[in-house]
């Protein structure tokens, strides 16, 4: 496979990663960058991220083969937009927003060709933002969701899932709302808890010296980007919400153990959140 | 400062890097360490963790310049009894439990030598057990709290504190009580939150793999052992349901802002999880 020309529209860690990934692996013959600033794009080309640069999203698509967007979930769909109305027919569209439904719906249903564009979620990622932490390896070996529906081309859907198995990502297939159900639980609701336990802790600048590790890990995807999950938490709140209510379940559980000091219940509890950890793996 | 013969009593993760850290330190002339069963004590010796082996943890009191007991926080008040009362005056004591005051009222309430008795706990550890992933450098630049109350001798505080930064830990100085609420906090809580987030998990076995590293640290700690963990969580439940109570607040203002689809609360949730995140630091 080669790209003759790669277009990353928003070059941030997911982006520079695929940039950096690209060029490493020789997969496309230029790679353009398209953002809204000159200043902090023109970094990204210096340090070879990216080929050449523009602000032109429109310009950009009519000269681009693959088109990746990486722009937070509630500026894909617009964008996406207006790229498709500009892009030749052969030239394939995908994202990688954290949430499915409402973006591939929304590009289903927004007459253009649906031919072009298939939904994409590569499950790599940090608490980190901006092409300075990208890394050509980020997609080795982790998973990416490449979204089909009754609408998809499966000719474009073989070309989409070989682009993301080229930067070295294992590809699955999944219909958009499975995607987004299960993310719910494996994405969303651990970022969610994460920010609400530290946002519950209570300490003083001293004391904060006896957080142990165990805190930290617990805790360390509270510290991304408020906006960009803001977009994410809003747009799949509705499979969000039972999450939620399923974990309040075990706190309450959790509650009634304590109140009574059952040793023999805080263990039963202790075992079942085990049983499922040893078995995600490390 | 030299140990003419420090004593380890359960040799396991902590226990074994006490013994590994003191040797690379030259801390002791002689490490001894006590447990249950020859068989787990012997290729603990033979891998140079420990010195000399024994079942006899009076007879080992009776020998020991300092005794250091890394059991389960349910084990240790009876064996300190059973040591301190077959040791020799000038022998200090101290532990490795993740809880305090229970321990140290205990002992200081026994009647025995209460100058001899100093509570510690070093924040160091993991999700791993056994003195197989024991690390010569598991102290180095860890905190380690060293309890100080009104019967506390002074020169006994200063002794355990020099045994603990010779290991290359740093030491504070904490009233029992207040290290119990401080770890509720920056411990219990975000093991049982681990724990039930792990446990609310349902999931198919092809769903697995759309678990992102935000899930695997956020329930890294939920592997632990139950047993100990529910020991530790059981023994500081009074000061562990306040914590809760408030995390739960913090989820319920998520439940609202979710339900009502508010994208705003969604961000000003998420600023407050990233603010004490930022400030805890890595």
């Known amino acids: ?6 277009t990353i529209v928003g070059v941030g ?6 940039g950096l990934a690209a060029k490493e692996r020789k997969l496309a013959s230029r790679i353009v960058g398209v953002g809204r600033s000159r200043e902090r794009l023109e970094p990204a080309r210096q340090r070879g991220i990216i080929d050449e640069i523009t602000l032109d999203l429109a310009g950009a698509a009519a000269e681009s083969d693959i088109m990746v967007f990486c722009t937070p979930v509630d500026q894909i769909i617009r964008q996406i937009q207006i790229a498709a109305s500009a892009s030749r027919p052969a030239c394939l569209l995908t994202d990688v927003g954290s949430t499915k439904r409402h973006i591939v719906e929304s590009i289903e249903n927004s007459g253009g060709n649906p031919a072009s564009f298939v939904g ?3 499950l790599a990622g940090s608490e980190k933002q901006g092409w300075e932490f990208a890394q050509a390896n980020l997609f080795q ?3 990416v969701v490449v979204t089909v529906t009754t609408r998809t081309s499966t000719a474009a859907v073989a070309r ?7 930067l070295g990502a294992v590809v699955v297939e999944m219909d958009p709302a499975e995607h987004d159900r299960v993310l719910a639980q494996t994405s969303h609701l651990p970022h969610l ?3 609400a336990l530290a946002a519950s802790m209570s300490l003083k600048t001293e004391q904060m010296m006896l957080a142990a590790s165990g805190l930290r890990d617990t805790t360390r995807i509270a510290a991304g980007d408020p906006d960009l999950w803001a977009a ?5 709140c509705r499979e969000i919400l039972p999450a939620l209510v399923s974990l309040r379940h075990t706190l309450d559980r959790w509650q009634a153990a304590l109140e009574k000091g059952d040793r023999g219940a805080i263990e039963s509890l202790l075992e079942q959140g085990k049983q499922f950890r ?3 793996g490390n």
């Open 232 to 236: 994410i938490l809003h747009e799949n």
């Open 141 to 143: 070996g982790r998973t």
């Open 13 to 18: 860690l997911l982006g520079g990663s695929i």
């Open 1 to 6: 496979m080669l790209v003759a020309t790669l």
């Open 160 to 166: 989409i899932k070989e682009f993301w198995r080229m």
């Open 120 to 122: 994409s979620h590569p």
């Open 278 to 280: 040893d078995a995600l």
């Open 193 to 195: 808890t994460a920010s």
